[in-house]
């Protein structure tokens, strides 16, 4: 395999596919946008509450982990589509762990912010 030399222009143009993944994504999945909504909530939260610096981290490395998994979640979901749109048991599982995977993550990052906020709010 040839190694390729650095170029900008690919850089640039690698950020622009990653930035229309990420349209194409909230345009395509209303999860997204209730991400989205949460992510907003929290951060609003966080600046009336006055979270530490050290917090903050913890809810930001909390929420990109639940966005990550929802993206790594629909690429997964989309690509066994593609493979069948017949009914396998083997795809539902594949699917079915991958939307584990998303519920993992929110439920981890909802422990985050319950460590986070209920001090702060009781």
Do not use: Y
Not at 55 to 73: D, H, K, Q, R, Y
Not at 83 to 112: N, P, W
């Amino acid at each position: 395999m040839k190694i390729q030399e650095f170029s900008i222009r690919a850089r640039v143009r690698s950020f622009r596919f990653a930035l229309e993944g990420i349209a194409a994504f909230f345009q395509s999945e209303h999860n997204a946008w209730l991400h989205f909504m949460a992510t907003v909530a929290v951060f609003t939260l966080a600046s009336l509450v006055g979270v530490t610096k050290n917090e903050l981290l913890a809810l930001v490395f909390a929420i990109g982990f639940v966005w990550v998994a929802e993206m790594f979640n629909t690429c997964i979901e989309r690509v066994m589509d593609f493979v069948s749109d017949q009914r396998h048991k083997e795809i539902k599982f594949i699917k079915d762990l991958a939307a584990g995977a998303v519920l993992t993550a929110a439920l981890t990052a909802l422990a985050v912010g319950a460590v986070v906020f209920i001090p702060k709010l009781f």
